[in-house]
């Protein structure tokens, strides 16, 4: 049984806060086939084409045949608890802090017998549900779980430090003019967020439903235009000291090519989906990223909303693609800037949502609500990329299997 | 021979003139017009640190701004109205600078618009003005004085699902002004129109008749409350932009002290 997580306490202003530490870092360029299946929650372990070996942990050659013919597939989570280590004493500084830990051998029903994290639920003999995630130093690892879910299971420690889950943490929504923000609101606090802050841009313009959002227990409607410098340093000289998660929904989508559009609705977007994330990253990502290792409601992510189309462009959003494509790669540094602090970026990449801006294209589109969803989920699995709704989905392996072939498809030139 | 302005410097540095700021702040958070959304809209200012005595100039600070030509207290030229697209001259690049300095008048519609949002100045409130003040005088500016400029937030636009309400003129009242010949018309409001003007036959009356006469446009003043009926003096010129359809500026008035006889003081 998991101890379940109480809100903590407020801080001991006299004690000085824990600076993060992450585990081991290096690892081989095999190995991060673990990192790219853990980062959209996949399963993956290296098969030989050869001989059908299935193998952990990676290298360079079969271990069975010595063919270099080695692919990752999808494989089989299942498999049982051989054996069980309390670590009590570790060198190393981040476990160090966080002993004890348990680690354990399991055989997997796929073949390989591995060394992994173990959830507090699972014991020798037990048989489970292996996950790969990535750990605070952003490489892939494996827990196993219970293979069914046990009460509270999430809050188990060792789980947690893999995960960006919303319980007990106050979480900032840039723009409450998304659609997206009402729902949001709704699951975060269904997962248990302790506070929601939702920023609110151009109060001056009135919006139909603010009152009603502000009016809801845990959240406060604060000011908040991503595309004035001075909005944003305010609000973070002001909450960026207690902003665990912070989920970007600001966005401006226009319709339209880049022949037929002049730059004014391209720069807007540009303002918004790309220079918007660089300066909410640069208010508040210096203090999220110091407060990691800052306990229960540690800062933990950093989170994205982008159209699919940051991958391949849309014609019919033309400037719009560009804007994502911008911010994709901005979030890729920032990843890269995040790192030796621990804090999660995110990208929740959505295909054509159900609003005003979308309105005359045909279904599949993303409901609010689904995004939403998709966006808690990441946070609560510990993601970087997510995908959400059939589109997104279907785009993103249209793009891992060749990108010259979905960009003429994406033309109408199929 | 004597100066002219030697009066006016004298009056200047014992008072008996004063100076009133007629200009809101450039603030990115101020109110700026709001059109349905699939138009382009009016850039909001913007302001972004380039250094502030730091590594990116050690001995300065300084700010790159942004924003439209109609942002905060601006000025409108003819050519910012298709009705005024060939008036000549019309950019504010190619005004004539005597026309940003001179008399001004100002019609006080502020009980009114206290009452009433969607208050109109009418030829009647004109004729009745004139009756009080005499006749408006050929090439002076008129400004509609609501007292909208002491609004803020949400109440300065005013937006309603059916769109914005706030005071402004009628089309007969600007047919009334353009009968005096008047310079231009200026309003505390976002626009010279009012907010439901986009209803009037012509729609926006103040910027389709003023502007295809030629005439020119403030908007977003300030402290109009402090301005005579009659007898002040307006400063309103606007960056020289080529061919530029208006520009945020500095407004001030030249106001005779009240105090000099000591009844207002």
Redesign the interface.
Known sequence: MTDKLLPPKKKNPQLRQMVPTLPPQMRSRAALGLTSAAARGAFMLQHCEECGAVQYPPRDACGSCLSVDLAWRETARDGTVIAETRIHASPDPYYRERLPWRSGLVRLSAGPTVLCHLHGDVKRGDPIRMDLKLDKAGQGVMIALPQERSPDMEDDPQLRELTAHPKHRRVLITDIRSPVAQPLIEALLKAGAAQVFVGESESWRRGSDHAAIAALDKVSVLPLDVSDPSSVKKLAAEIGGKTDILINTARHVRPGGVLGSDTVFAREEFEINALGLMRLAQAFGPGMASRTADGVNSAVAFVNVLSVHALSADPHYGAFSASQAAALSISQTLRAEFASSGLRMINVFTGPTDDEWHQPLPPPKVAPKALAKSIVEGLCEGLEDVFCGDVARDLEERWRRDPKVLERELAGGG | MTNPLDGLAAALADGSVEIVDLTHTLD??F?VI?LP?EF??CA?F????VSAYDGRGPAWKWHNISMNEHTGTHFDAPIHWVSGRDVANGAVDEIDPSVFVGPVVVIDCSEGAARNDDFELTPEIIVAWEAEHGSIPADSWVLMRTDWSKRR??D??N?ADDGPHSPGPTPAAIEKLLARNIRGFGTETVGTDAGQGAHYVPPYPAHYLLHGAGKYGLQCLSNLDRLPPTGAMLIAPPLKIKGGTGSPLRVLALVPARTGSGENA
């Open positions: 990115p958070d109110p709001v959304p382009g809209q909001r913007r302001m972004e640190e937030g949400a300065y636009l937006m």
